[in-house]
């Protein structure tokens, strides 16, 4: 009897391991929540010029300001015209991006697509948040105070 004993009692411990890897594997290896790759190269260019923007030791008074920090960033000027519809973008100069207290939609509009694409505009709120807006939610959106929309 001692010696059933000592084989069941392996036995026990082995299969006790097999089951805890089992649902360890389970759990390990649930549904991952996909990541969300932007690929749009009009979104992706507003968010460089959002990045170029704030790394400006100051904000960029001008485009040839913007120009010098995104050439030290390696962003080619290219950039600065929208592949969506194919003008350069409105960017509104001398804005403190690093300032702001705003949040969501309060955040000002810092640069935005000329004519966009079929009734929407991708727009830059601050840094890094682009969207597309149609024109009339564009006309009624925050801009840096004393900023008036070009029509």
């Not at 727009?123 to 900023?147: A, C, I, M, N």
Request: proline fraction near 7%; aromatic fraction near 10%; glycine fraction near 6%.
């Amino acid at each position: 009897m001692n010696i059933l004993m000592l084989i069941k009692f392996p036995l026990w411990k082995f299969t006790l391991f097999i089951l805890f890897l089992f649902f360890t594997c389970l759990i390990g290896c649930g549904e991952e929540k996909p990541t969300m790759l932007i690929e749009d190269p009009t979104h992706l260019a507003l968010e460089k010029i959002g990045n170029a923007y704030i790394r400006a030791e100051k904000p960029p008074q001008n485009i040839n300001e913007l120009l010098t920090v995104m050439k030290m960033c390696n962003f080619p000027k290219e950039l600065l015209k929208s592949p969506n519809d194919g003008q350069e973008f409105v960017i509104v100069y001398g804005v403190n991006l690093r300032m702001l207290k705003a949040t969501g939609n309060q955040v000002p509009i810092v640069a935005f697509e000329k004519m966009g694409k079929d009734g929407k505009r991708y727009v830059l709120r601050g840094q890094s948040s682009v969207s597309q807006l149609s024109d009339s939610e564009l006309q009624t959106s925050k801009f840096p105070d004393g900023y008036k929309l070009p029509f």
